[in-house]
T-cell receptor, first 112, second 115 residues
């Protein structure tokens, strides 16, 4: 039982390059989230998906797109990476409302 | 929108002493509050939550939190700190209604427990 799996764990991009961060969960949860974590800023919500087929913008969606491919997978895409997107990205899932959220181990992304 | 604030960037405490990590909230309606912990190079792990009921909530690893409605606070506490408690702690609040609910996190407090 892997829980929440994020790939890759580390990535270095050049400005303007694109990439997709992958997240997969085997917990049969409906809700999935993408956060970014920056020093002194805590975790900020980028996008979330309450269920398969639905996605909504969070606090900082600009420069990102998401796809809820199926119940298990929720990907985050950077179309044209910028240095301001250097961050640690976390995927999270949640079952029923007001239960605990489960987090992946994160993707450390550096844009140079 | 709901929000939480963690007024301390860092808390230092000696091993064996009690610890408190502060969190205040701003919500309309009933607050649903959470504490998470992050160890180095790891994702966040759930510690405890307040949904309703007793104001003192007990969680993992000996942690507890006290919900205080009059002071709009949800401070995390532990009677006797361990060096292994050193980590980054996040307070969070539920925001939204129905199925479109999301967690909103505070900025985090780094706890350093010295031997």
């Amino acid at each position: 039982n892997a829980g929440v799996t994020q790939t890759p764990k580390f990535q270095v991009l050049k400005t303007g390059q694109s990439m997709t961060l992958q997240c997969a969960q085997d917990m049969n949860h409906n809700s999935m989230y993408w956060y970014r974590q920056d020093p002194g800023m805590g975790l900020r919500l980028i996008y979330y998906s309450a269920s398969e087929g639905t996605t909504d913008k969070g606090e900082v969606p600009n420069g990102y797109n998401v796809s809820r491919l199926n119940k298990r997978e929720f990907s985050l895409r950077l179309e044209s990476a910028a240095p301001s997107q250097t961050s640690v990205y976390f995927c999270a899932t949640e079952g029923r409302v007001n239960t605990e959220a489960f987090f992946g181990q994160g993707t450390r992304l550096t844009v140079v | 929108a709901q929000s939480v604030a963690q007024p301390e960037d860092q808390v230092n405490v000696a091993e064996g002493n009690p610890l408190t990590v502060k969190c205040t909230y701003s919500v309309s309606g009933n607050p649903y509050l959470f504490w998470y912990v992050q160890y180095p190079n790891r994702g966040l792990q759930f510690l405890l939550k307040y949904i309703t009921g007793d104001n003192l909530v007990k969680g993992s690893y000996g942690f507890e939190a006290e919900f205080n409605k009059s002071q709009t606070s949800f401070h995390l506490k532990k009677p006797s700190a361990l060096v292994s408690d050193s980590a980054l702690y996040f307070c969070a609040v539920r925001d939204g209604v129905g199925s479109f609910q999301k967690l909103v996190f505070g900025t985090g407090t780094r706890l350093l427990v010295s031997p």
